[in-house]
């Protein structure tokens, strides 16, 4: 109970920086990771009408959004909110950012009497590798506020104020206790929304803590547990989807002594696959995406699985990556590791193997220093 009332200190703090931000703002922009999934866009959606109510719509809001929405995010976000309740940019390029950032600059001297800045908010983000070309305007321009609930977050240096807390389950709960601290209203599909990014990033309740179930717990007042579930797409998966994860397989190598450990490689929707790959029953799963500058490794481990098995990937993705590899980012269960140099596809299979052999040599050894 006294964590609980010590966290609600601190979402107190962190009202009184944000709503300060907001008066001195004439435009806010939320950012969120590359291919925002439910919580990214749930938690700063709500956010943005919080910016718009606190200050009685002088401020301006839109939610900035790398490379565009995952498939489910983008149904959600169609069905609950849409453009007018959430003003959304897809950022595709650097020039988009400059046009954005820029022409805004200019009109926000027009407005009388309001705030003049133009304010950076980035959410549920924890590496610049997960903003692409935003990236570079953040480490210029400063970010103003950063808020997420990832253990291992690189942009707190690039942050004026943050809350970063990985006793949170999600974003969607973070917003959600700062929304009630607020104290200010927003249309009831915002709190559905919020909702329905606690649902997601929970798996629907399977990791949660007391803080998630005091979020809920304000925000079915608002909105009707039943109503936000019906909101949730029940959806066949997508094409993309389906086709990266039959290529997953189709690749797949596989480590079957003492764990079971999966790894593959896809050009997108990594998550998915290391989704299947748990639910068939795999300790651990890593999937490598060969991209245009940088080789991302998605990893994810067994909630329940040992420790040591996490030590040991770990130390086996130091080995098989080597020096040129930063990482691990996000949480040591589930994160990822990013190389600086472009591998060919051809040369996937093999960067696969060597990770899995050295897993297999630190298994080896970890079992005769134990026995
Ligand atoms: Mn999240």
Partial sequence: MREVERKKIEIKGLSEKFESIVKQSAQVYIIVHRHADVDAIASSCHLCNLVTSLSGATTRCSVLVPEGFSSTALSIYDIVVGKVLCPTVIVRNRDNVEHLLNQDNVQTESLQGVGKRVSLLVVDTASLSHLSHLGEVLVSKGIDML???????????????????????????????????????????????LQLGIIADTSRFSRAGPLTFEAMAYLSSYCDYDAAMDMMPRSRRSRPETIALFKALQRLQLHTNQFIVAGTFVGSEESAV????????????????????????????????????VVVLHKAMARALGQSAEGPLGHNRAGVYLIKRRFAKRDMPSLIKRILGSLEKYLAEHEESVG
Avoid: W
């Fill in 147 to 193: 808020i997420d609930h990832h253990a291992r977050n690189s942009l707190i240096k690039y942050s004026k104020h943050y809350f970063v807390d990985d006793s949170f389950y999600s974003s969607s709960e973070i917003v959600a206790l700062l929304s009630k601290e607020l104290g200010v209203e927003v249309k009831e599909r915002l709190y559905c929304m």
């Fill in 274 to 309: 290391l989704s299947v790959f748990l639910q068939l029953g795999a300790d651990a799963g890593f999937v490598a995406n060969p991209g245009k500058n940088y080789t991302r490794i998605t990893y994810r481990v067994r909630d329940g699985a040992p420790e040591e098995l």
